[in-house]
């Protein structure tokens, strides 16, 4: 793994962008955001200890999201193909991982359908009697 350092404001990776490894946060913070959407939003802040595109880990997608420093930070760039060869001598690893993976998907399925409702079921509202 490679240490990476980031000034306030610096981006570790735009949304778009095929990712090719991931991170972790050793000091800093670092925001979340989706920036190409039709409504821009902060969806997280990352503090130190997270494992931020961790995906890239397994695959290579376009990141979903801009990673941006919101003060100077340090990170561990851990590249795909090392994370591997890692899982493949420590298998206890690569079941802890799946855990990991497995919550992050069980939430983001979570929030899809919470969307789904909200978009495709209004709310109910009571019908008003006008006189």
Request: net charge positive.
């Amino acid at each position: 793994a490679d240490q990476l350092r980031l000034a306030a404001g610096d981006i570790l990776f735009q949304e778009g962008d095929l990712a090719d490894a991931g991170y972790v946060l050793t000091s800093g913070r670092l925001e979340m955001a989706e920036e190409k959407a039709a409504r821009p939003r902060v969806l997280c802040e990352v503090l130190p200890g997270a494992l931020v595109g961790e995906s890239a880990l397994l695959i290579a997608l376009p990141r979903p999201a801009t990673a941006r420093a919101l003060e100077a930070s340090t990170l561990l760039r851990i590249p795909r193909a090392t994370f591997l060869r890692v899982l493949e001598g420590f298998p206890e690893a690569a079941v802890q991982l799946r855990a990991l993976f497995a919550g992050r998907l069980e939430a983001t399925l979570g929030a899809l359908d919470t969307l789904r409702r909200e978009k495709l079921e209004p709310p109910f509202r009571p019908p008003v009697r006008r006189r």
